[in-house]
């Protein structure tokens, strides 16, 4: 790759990215539409047991970014011999992650729930969500490798293919085992749990079967599993774990938030579920250009010229904040047709108009903030990152606590903190990258 940070060379690598998460987030969007048609119960336990998923997966999520890190490094350095053992030592520490993963799922998800979950109904078909979607971690956590390897080197198209598999084997199995369609039995939320998960496991097995077709097995000395190499392995970890944590923390308030909105009742739990789904579609460009901005920062400045990353963190703010704002827009102009997509419930999507409105603001917001913070990641100063988080989310819950605690606010209220953590986001990152401690960080 080319010292090359125009908008073209970004929407190159960005793209690929974006569709692939289109592919990906169409299992949720799938998921909360056709539970939205079985009712307020299974969808709100739908929200609760995933986003009890998500809080693991996106701890695996984290040392996946660490390692797209080194190798997005490695590869502007020009060593190619090291992206392999950097891939490999990965396996080594991501392996017995999903085995500690499933068994924390397997053993504390039904005592947590209960602990957590007010209602009888939704606890309930919470820890029956879980029990299906607990296996679908081990398929997860190798697609996070290989997504972490094909960003690292700017081969993102794969990304887009294998998602799209997945996504279109999960809509097919939705509708088979939600409804019992094709002879296949109705299973409800069971129905939807085990369709991601086999939907996962298809996904793996493609891009296992990718990688040895291109061959980029031996041109990058993957699954060699040559010498441990303590020191390498220290050195992924030293990066790594301070982005697990920040994923665990981020993730674990979001599970928070919802378990305050499940104290407003059952329809509110629905409403954010809804809400929630339609977030992540707002969130999918600007996912895709962080992703983007965190291996091109780490790119740049392993060929030496990080004089070039606020020049491209800039433009790739312009380019995400103009992708989401289309989206926005879209949101606003026809919120009852986009609401339609997740239930014909009218009560529920009037109750879900507002929200709708607040989450469209703050996706702005988070669009600059996602970027700055992806391109502190990128610099390699993962701890920084960490504490930048933890302020954040610090006042995040807070504010949670207090607007619905405390003040008894409503669902739309409660939905502002998401604007309050894109502006303190975007602030944080920003200053950090001005200071300009990172530019010798060595990884």
């Avoid at 502190?376 to 207090?402: H, P, Q, W």
């Amino acid at each position: 790759m080319s010292i090359n940070i125009s908008y073209t060379r970004i929407w190159n690598i960005a793209y690929p990215i974006i569709l692939g998460s289109v592919a990906q987030n169409l299992i949720n969007v799938t998921d909360t539409a056709f539970l939205g048609r079985v009712g307020e119960i299974e969808l709100g336990a739908s929200a609760l047991g995933g986003m009890f998923y998500l809080i693991l997966f996106t701890v695996a999520m984290g040392f996946g970014t660490g390692t797209q890190i080194i190798i997005s490094r490695r590869f502007g350095e020009g060593r190619t011999e090291q992206i392999g053992k950097t891939f490999d030592h990965a396996i080594y520490f991501m392996a017995p992650l999903a085995v500690a993963s499933f068994l924390v799922m397997l053993w504390a998800a039904d005592p947590i729930l209960r602990y957590v979950v007010g209602s009888d109904q939704v606890y309930d078909a919470s820890v029956r969500f879980v029990n299906y979607r607990m296996y679908g971690i081990f398929f997860a956590v190798g697609q996070i490798l290989y997504r972490a390897f094909y960003i690292g080197i700017a081969q993102t198209q794969i990304i887009t293919w294998s998602t799209l598999i997945m996504a279109s084997v999960n809509i097919f199995l939705d509708y088979a085992l939600i409804f019992g369609n094709f002879g296949f039995p109705e299973m409800g939320v069971e129905g939807a749990a085990l369709a991601s998960t086999l939907a996962e496991m298809i996904t793996f097995v493609y891009l296992m079967l990718y990688v040895r077709y291109k061959r980029h097995h031996k041109e990058y000395g993957l699954y060699q599993f040559k010498k441990f190499n303590s020191q390498l392995f220290k050195r992924n970890s030293k990066l790594s774990v301070p982005i697990m944590v920040q994923n665990f923390f981020s993730f674990g308030v979001w599970f928070t938030f919802f378990l305050f909105v499940e104290k407003l009742g059952e329809q509110a739990l629905a409403v954010s579920n809804i809400i929630r789904s339609v977030y992540i579609v707002l969130m999918i460009p600007i996912w895709g250009f962080a992703s983007a901005a965190n291996s091109m920062v780490s790119y740049l400045i392993g060929m030496k010229h990080p004089e070039k990353i606020f020049l491209l963190l800039r433009r790739i703010e312009i380019m995400a904040i103009a992708g989401v704002a289309l989206l926005v827009t879209a949101s606003l102009v026809f919120p009852r047709s986009i609401l339609m997509i997740y239930t014909n419930d009218v009560n529920l999507i009037s109750q879900s108009i507002s929200p709708l409105k607040v989450i469209g603001i703050s996706a702005i917001f988070l669009a600059s903030g996602n970027i700055l913070f992806n391109g502190v990641m990128g610099t390699g100063k993962t701890n920084v990152s960490f504490l930048i988080e933890a302020v954040v989310l610090t006042v995040y819950v807070g504010y949670v606590f207090v607007v619905v605690h405390l003040l008894h606010a409503n669902v739309t209220v409660a939905w502002t903190t998401e604007i309050l953590y894109g502006i303190i986001l975007t602030g944080l990152s920003y200053l950090y990258l001005k200071k300009g401690n990172w530019i010798k960080k060595s990884i």
